[in-house]
């Protein structure tokens, strides 16, 4: 048995046997990875494989100063045999970042060939999906700053991988939602009723051309217009009308007609997908009932 390490600048490998493999990374990512060959030509090779933030203080899924940032991250198993037992731990040389949980490292468990897998250390009710990784941002982070985290990932061999990721913090930010009461009131069957509402910008700054769609999934009820409604500029804490339509004397956002066939009691649920010209999105909800009298 003849085992030797080469070494680069960004990769080391782990040869037996003499085999060598090589790769190319196109992308100029840094990352060291370790791969054990075995004799009969298989190998293991992980590395991260994506990440996303699934939950932070204000829900807009971006990373801003004084917020605790939850991190879904999941890793790829690129080479021909299992992976066992694979334990991850990670770290920041970033003074902005703290508290990183968990501390221990978590576990992501056997990984079979060419699988991915996420890592899961709790769960966040809100958003209804688990986490792998949590961090406290500094509320003096300056704007633009990029977090780096570095995840050692490491077998029950004791072969071990690197894989780094980077978090971009954004101080100024639009952030806007529908600000009235969820539940829009009571409605009766074979009628158009017309609503109007507020949405509101409760970022730290202006979201420009802002538009709303509303949509329902209710079967007994179609609702208009079809096309997003505007809401023009919102500046940050504050909030502007959406009453482009008109009936009635008054101006209105949306409207449902409502099924005479629809059961009495039926709840109406309304989704409302809010976006900006710079490509921001944000979702919020409403509902309504039907009642016979």
């Not at 079967?219 to 482009?244: K, R």
Request: aromatic share 14%.
């Amino acid at each position: 048995m003849i085992n030797r390490i080469y070494k680069s600048r960004r990769i080391v490998w782990y040869l037996s046997l003499l085999m060598l493999a090589s790769c190319s990374n196109q992308n100029d990512s840094v990352f060291e990875d370790v791969f054990g060959v075995s004799a009969s030509g298989s190998y293991s090779n992980v590395s991260m494989d994506s990440y996303s933030i699934i939950s932070d203080n204000n829900g807009n899924g971006v990373a801003n100063p004084g917020e605790t940032v939850y991190l879904k991250i999941s890793i790829k198993n690129s080479g021909t045999a299992t992976i066992k037992s694979m334990n991850a731990t990670f770290s920041s040389s970033s003074t902005y970042a703290s508290n990183i949980s968990p501390s221990d490292g978590v576990a992501f468990g056997d990984i079979p060939a060419n699988k991915v897998v996420c890592g899961s250390s709790g769960y966040i009710q809100s958003s209804g999906d688990y986490y792998t990784l949590s961090f406290k941002l500094a509320s003096s982070i300056p704007d633009g700053t990029q977090i780096p985290i570095e995840m050692v990932m490491t077998d029950a061999k004791g072969n071990h991988w690197s894989s780094y990721l980077s978090i971009s913090v954004k101080s100024a930010f639009p952030y806007v939602t529908y600000m009235g009461d969820q539940n829009l009131g009571n409605a009766m069957p074979g009628y158009t009723w017309y609503w109007g509402i507020y949405l509101s910008n409760t970022g730290t700054s202006m979201a420009k051309s802002v538009k709303a769609t509303f949509t329902t999934t209710s079967p007994y009820v179609t609702l208009s217009p079809a096309t997003p409604v505007s809401f023009g500029n919102i500046s940050a804490g504050d909030a502007n009308y959406g009453g482009t339509l008109y009936y009635s004397g008054k101006y209105y956002t949306f409207s449902a007609v409502i099924s005479n066939s629809t059961p009495s009691g039926t709840k109406v649920p309304i989704s409302i997908k809010i976006t900006d010209e710079n490509g921001n999105s944000w979702m919020s909800s409403a509902y309504f009932y039907v009642y016979n009298q």
